[in-house]
């Protein structure tokens, strides 16, 4: 409610608002690299190599098909993975970011290459922009938009900005945007982690002093919210575009994200953990076809934007998808096409939720095991640990071994059940520098 947003606001009413997006999460700390390849594959994480670190050519992409079908496949924004691939799926961009967050110039001045046809990218496309970076995209977009080519021919166009990722800095307008005073803390809101999760070390956790004071994170959030609203209005910039170019009409919009931050939640600041805030994400769809001013509270996947692009398209999925599309809801809402939610990260969590509204994690960090059990229903942000309730027992019994059929039918290389969890040799047990 303390959020400003009056441009994706107008797209969920136009279209279908998902209230239970999630990312399936990752091995690595960077969560993004493979959201971004499985939203663009409907690959699931596990039988997506290096965490989508490169996207080989057994993964055929939602760009790719579209390309040979006679679309124009338009990118600006961020990359991160491979330019092979990149070189593959798109035949037309903007500036593009190849990298994971601009930690050299930030937002202000990011580092950019020009599409490059070629796909080689030489360092003689490299330079650093003097506009911000969401500016940069949009304008982008909007220039491909404005172009016969978008005009004439169907089209993929694939916007991917880069904020509200850190480094937390904005456009001066809104960075006095939001007081921080006026921020209300989340009542998740711990000084530290309770435990070693087997990442309180990684980089996201250091962006702000731990212990976490309630001042330095309303100034956080505050900056963060403020990076939130400048991207809506360039998200704004985009849509109208669209409209005045009478594209709308023929144009299905999907708006989403790779990942949640905690910033503060349960004593943490980034991604690496399997906490709602940080493994659900937004997710709008709007277009011909789609309910306006729908909700769809029902299990997702940020990879089943892909299987659902071809099913709305009419196109069959290639063989290497593994996400389920989400097209027949836009005719019932009330079609459930999940029956659980499975989530992963590092070799170390994993977790599973399911449709009356319980969601366990568990943990084996350097053999240390924890077991998180919480009533969603009750409790939608996680404080009452209910695992050690005898009254739970077979509730979490009973989670654990849906938790087990998840990660056999996705193909995890872990079982919960073994000692060590099964880990191979040279399988890192943490984040925190050790292995096991």
Not at 54 to 82: A, F, M, N, Q
Not at 146 to 171: E, G, L
Not at 374 to 396: G, H, R
Request: proline share 6%; with cysteine; aromatic share 10%.
């Amino acid at each position: 409610k303390e959020i400003h947003t009056p441009n994706l606001d107008r797209l969920a009413k136009e279209g279908m608002l998902f209230s239970q997006t999630h990312v399936m999460g990752g091995h690595l700390g960077a969560i993004c690299m493979p959201s971004r390849a499985m939203l663009l594959t409907g690959r699931y994480l596990n039988r997506l190599p290096g965490d989508g670190m490169v996207i080989p050519d057994s993964l055929t992409s939602l760009p790719e098909v579209l390309r040979s079908k006679g679309y124009t496949t338009y990118h600006t924004g961020k990359w991160h993975s491979d330019k092979a691939s990149y070189h593959r799926f798109f035949s037309d961009g903007g500036d593009v970011f190849f990298g994971g967050m601009h930690s050299d110039g930030g937002h202000e001045h990011p580092t950019v290459y020009k599409f490059d046809s070629s796909g080689l990218y030489p360092v003689s496309l490299k330079r650093v922009s003097d506009t911000f970076s969401t500016q940069l995209f949009a304008d982008n977009a909007i220039g491909f938009l404005n172009s016969s080519k978008a005009k004439q021919q169907p089209f993929f166009c694939y916007i991917a900005f880069t904020s509200p990722h850190d480094p937390r800095t904005t456009t001066t307008r809104y960075q006095q945007m939001y007081k921080p005073e006026l921020i209300t803390i989340p009542p998740n809101f711990l000084p530290e982690h309770p435990f070693d999760n087997g990442d309180l070390n990684i980089r996201d956790e250091k962006l702000l002093p731990k212990p976490l004071s309630k001042i330095a994170l309303q100034n956080e959030i505050a900056l963060y919210y403020g990076m939130i609203s400048e991207m809506d209005y360039q998200i704004g910039r985009i849509l109208d575009v669209l409209k005045n170019n009478n594209l709308a009409e023929n144009t299905l919009i999907i708006f989403s994200s790779d990942n949640g931050l905690a910033l503060g939640q349960h004593g943490l600041l980034g991604k690496q953990n399997l906490y709602e805030h940080s493994i659900r994400v937004p997710m709008i769809i709007s277009g011909k076809g789609v309910p306006k001013g729908t909700l769809y509270n029902g299990f997702n996947y940020l990879s089943d934007i892909t299987p659902t692009v071809f099913n709305y398209l009419n196109i069959p999925n290639p063989k290497s998808v593994e996400a389920k599309s989400l097209f027949p809801v836009f005719k019932n809402p009330n079609l459930i096409i999940r029956k659980s939610i499975y989530n992963i990260y590092g070799n170390w969590l994993r977790s599973v939720k399911t449709l009356d509204g319980y969601k366990l994690i568990v943990y084996d960090v350097n053999g240390i095991k924890h077991t998180q059990l919480f009533n969603l229903n009750t409790d939608k942000w996680e404080q009452f640990n209910l695992a050690d309730d005898p009254n739970y027992t077979k509730k979490v019994e009973f989670m654990k071994m849906d938790l087990i059929n998840n990660m056999k039918e996705t193909h995890d290389d872990l079982d919960i059940t073994k000692s060590n969890w099964g880990r191979k040799i040279g399988m890192k047990a943490s984040g925190n520098n050790t292995t096991k």
